[in-house]
């Protein structure tokens, strides 16, 4: 089983993050130019909540408010669901299912390490089959494998 760790070690821990006290516009704006679909709001070094684009379409766009006008702190989801560095692809893809979600901060002990997306899973679950099938088909075509160590 791979774990959120090995995910990390490919797809880097880069972060992208916000103030509760950003202006939502400013948020959109990182995003957009970050190319990402969420934002971790952090209060210093603290994890304070999560943005997401569902945020904005839901609690600025559908409730009449404006970008320059709201502020992050205010639509934020504040109850941030996050995993561990060990936890596998696995038990995060029965997570984000059960609670809803698409994007999972990483947190060792108190400190934030990185954010997985469903997308980055699904990748890592897809290049897993994929290997799987290249040694099933080894098999059967009689290649040989060098002994595990």
């Known amino acids: 089983m791979t774990m959120i ?5 490919f797809k880097g821990h ?21 190319n990402v679909g969420s934002l971790l709001v952090m209060d210093g070094d603290e994890l304070v909540g999560i943005f997401t684009e569902r945020h904005y379409a839901r609690n600025v766009v559908l ?16 109850e941030v669901v996050y995993v561990s560095p060990d936890e596998t692809v696995e038990a995060c ?9 698409r994007h999972l901060p990483v947190i060792d002990g108190t400190r934030v390490v990185g954010i ?23 098999y059967i075509n009689g290649e040989r494998f060098p002994a595990p160590r």
């Open 5 to 9: 760790r090995n995910v990390l070690r």
């Open 14 to 34: 880069g972060v992208y993050s916000v103030s509760p006290t950003a202006t939502v516009y400013d948020a959109i704006k990182m995003m957009a130019d970050k």
């Open 63 to 78: 409730k009449g408010r404006t970008s320059p006008h709201t502020l992050v702190g205010e639509i934020m989801n504040p």
């Open 93 to 101: 893809m029965a997570l984000m299912t059960a609670k809803r979600v």
């Open 116 to 138: 997985v997306s469903i997308g980055d899973l699904v990748k890592r679950i897809i290049e897993n089959e994929e290997i799987t099938i290249h040694q099933l088909e080894s």
